[in-house]
């Protein structure tokens, strides 16, 4: 089961840079099994080049490593958090790409401007506010993680809806069912932002796209009475 979960977890991880997402290390992808209650984490600051499956590090709900040759990456104790509390999520990614990153060091929302951004994520992909001096000085990475957890709580957000976050001055994390749908929304994420970024730039005034179109692409995909795709 662990390798199975290993080589699932590289496989993830490897798509990071095939989709620019990262440069040098500057990303990890994890995913979890649920009945095990453990996670495989990419090991942390390996270049990808120089990654192979084995390499993956197992680590428990608690943080602690279960398996593996390496230290796990720095950001374990945000992905804790974040399994402890979306219980639905079975996969999660940290990214530094460049125009999510741009939005978060912005400390700003990216807010729902067309129907790519709709079709993924319901209304704005959130920017949460930047740790305190405290909560950096003693547990930056868990409090990393309760920020995110108590922000979507505060905000009524569903973590399933809205698959991404930003962290001020920091950058992007999201999620899905597994580590690939995670790397997935990682990149529509990253897509989103751009586009967003230059709306602004080509109509600085522009508004967000109405509420009655941002439903209808959002629930054509998700929910029960979705129809986009195929059937089976």
Known sequence: M???LKKRVYEANMLLPQYGLVTFT????SEIDRESGLFAIKPSGVEYDKLSWEDMVIVDLEGRKVEGRYNPSSDTATHVELYKAF??????????????TSWAQAGRSIPCYGT??????????????????????DGYEENTGHL??????????????VPAVLCKN????AWGKDAHEAVHNAAVLEEVA?????????????????????DKHYY?????????????
């Not at 319901?122 to 909560?135: N, Q």
């Not at 920091?170 to 994390?173: Q, S």
Request: aromatic share 10%; charged share 20%.
């Open 2 to 4: 662990l390798e199975e």
């Open 26 to 29: 500057w990303g990890n992808v």
């Open 87 to 100: 219980t639905q999520v079975g996969g999660i990614v940290h990214t530094h790409s460049s125009y999510a």
């Open 116 to 137: 790519t951004h709709a079709d993924y994520i319901y209304r704005e992909v959130p920017c949460v506010r930047c740790l305190t001096k405290e909560e950096i000085a």
């Open 148 to 161: 995110i957890v108590n922000e979507f709580m505060a905000l009524g957000k569903d973590p399933v809806a």
């Open 170 to 173: 920091h950058g992007p994390f």
């Open 194 to 214: 751009k586009m967003a970024y230059r709306t602004e730039m080509i109509q600085p005034h522009v508004q967000p796209a109405p509420r009655e179109l941002q």
């Open 220 to 232: 054509r995909k998700h929910g029960a009475n979705a129809y986009y795709g195929q059937k089976g």
